[in-house]
């Protein structure tokens, strides 16, 4: 009986990578039409069958302002740099919205996902980017009504709003790389789809949004730099209604703790990701 077993020299031994493998760009580069299609996905089911649709990226950010300016505005007087204190809030809702409603959604993405991911390969950190891309259109949504509640309130539209996008871009990456280490560790620990929205509650009043920076001790406002949404939240009412612009310091390490989380997040999700589809 012939030998249907191919000689030694020309097998092909496919073993699992070990040690941290790198990220390839290049594949992720390739998928983008999936990142699209993915996103795309996304918007259409958050949506999908609701009666006032894309109006609750304004409705959410809205009701909240209006409740945090009764309780803290009226109530508890809290300061708010001397501008109304409804714009002063729904200022810095916004990026906070879109930041919290990105992680939520992008640390539970693979479970959420975990028939695509079993069943054919693509790179594994497109779903937490899809949510946190999605979660862009109702940011853009808000700014639009936040740009005409503006105007009525007799703001004027400043050159430095050019700056937006990359405060934006900060949230995005914030997001996406704390995004990527707990939906990497959610598939193993589940505990973790309990623990993000207890997270973000205290990560929320760790942050300058119903309050402002100047409320904190000067000696201690460098440590709101660790934060990197305490510098997006200041930077959107620089360049929204010229508030102070968040010190260099603040700006410089911000972007920096970001950059890391979003590096680090992106080595270990890939160290993670052979193991996914056997876990899930």
Known sequence: MENSLKPAEFRTVITPPS??????????????ELLYFLVLRNVKVKYKQTIIG???AVLQPLVAMLVFTLFFG???????DGLPYSIFAFIGLLPWTYFATALQFSSTSLVTDSQLVKKIYFPRALLPASTSV???????IATVFLLVLLRFYGFHLMARMVWLPFFVMLAFVTAFGFGLWLSAINVK???VQYTVPFLIQIWFFLTPVVYPSSMIPERLRFLLGLNPMAAVTEGFRWALVNKPFPSAPMM????????????SGLYYFRRM????????
């Open 19 to 32: 040690g941290w493998a790198p990220v390839d760009f290049r594949e992720l580069w390739a998928f983008r």
């Open 54 to 56: 894309i109006a609750w």
């Open 74 to 80: 009226k109530l508890a007087k809290l300061p708010s």
């Open 134 to 140: 999605a979660a862009l259109l109702d940011l853009a």
């Open 189 to 191: 620990y589940r505990d």
């Open 252 to 263: 410089l390490v911000s972007t920096l703790v970001a950059a890391a989380v979003l590096a």
């Open 273 to 280: 990701e052979n193991e996914f589809a056997d876990v899930l």
